[in-house]
């Protein structure tokens, strides 16, 4: 079985920190995808990166940057200099090849509030 | 270029009745998903298409719950006899295909249901 865990139900922030989003995963496939899709209140699911297995490389893509660890089997986001428009939902979720076929299996979600 | 679509964006129907949800897939894409999200559920996967294969089904929670493709594009999911449960938002969701599995899906803007 797959599953994707968000501890965090909920954060809020002032503008222009930083913060970081949790993720930690359970797969008993050998190469999966990870992915994190931000939902913003218009509700459509915007994808933002996608981490193969294979790939521990980090990734920065201006103020979002993301930390994979298979140590740990985790997956962090952390967004840089936050901006109320980062206010959403954001999901991470899992894709494995075997166990999870063609399904992506979402976490919970972390509601991010970036306040002035 | 055009995204996925979904129609229609609300629909509210009492329940017993049947409801249909229909999504166009971004063009070319060949795999096209629905998933349910609910508050109780979360992101909740219910079925796959891929080219002319056939559906992975295993997410539909009940034998009041089909979709189909036609054409290769074009989808509908259709809810016979709904009930209260049923309500939630349904989004599609569509991607290329590899042989690896490295994809992304790129969401539609849903269509949000409430069974009175």
């Known amino acids: 079985a797959q599953k994707v865990t968000q501890a965090q139900t909920e954060i809020s922030v002032v503008e222009k920190e930083d913060v970081t989003l949790d993720c930690v995963y359970e797969?008993?496939?050998?190469?999966?995808?990870l992915f994190w899709y931000k939902q913003p209140p218009s509700g459509e699911l915007v994808f933002l990166i996608r981490?193969?297995?294979?790939?521990?490389q980090n990734e920065i893509s201006g103020r979002y940057s993301w930390n994979f660890q298979k140590s740990t089997s985790s997956f962090n986001f952390t967004i840089t200099a936050s901006q109320v428009v980062d206010s959403a939902v954001y999901f991470c979720a899992l894709r494995g090849i075997t166990g999870g076929g063609n399904k992506l299996t979402f976490g919970t979600g972390t509601q991010l509030k970036v306040e002035l | 270029g055009a995204g996925v679509s979904q129609s229609p964006s609300n629909k509210v129907t009492e329940k017993g009745k049947d409801v249909e949800l229909r999504c166009d897939p971004i063009?070319?894409?060949?795999?096209l998903y629905w998933y349910r999200q609910s508050l109780g559920q979360g992101l909740e996967f219910l079925i796959y298409f891929q080219g002319n294969s056939a559906p992975d089904k295993s997410g539909l929670p009940s034998d009041r719950f089909s979709a189909e493709r036609t054409g290769g594009s074009v989808s509908t999911l259709t809810i016979q006899r709904t009930q209260q449960e049923d309500s939630a938002v349904y989004l599609c969701?569509?991607?290329?295909?590899?042989?690896?599995?490295?994809?992304?899906?790129?969401f539609g803007p849903g269509t949000r249901l409430t069974v009175t």
């Open positions: 797969t008993r496939d050998t190469t999966y995808y």
């Open positions: 981490r193969n297995s294979f790939d521990e």
């Open positions: 969701a569509s991607s290329s295909f590899a042989e690896t599995g490295a994809y992304e899906q790129y």
């Open positions: 063009s070319g894409h060949t795999a």
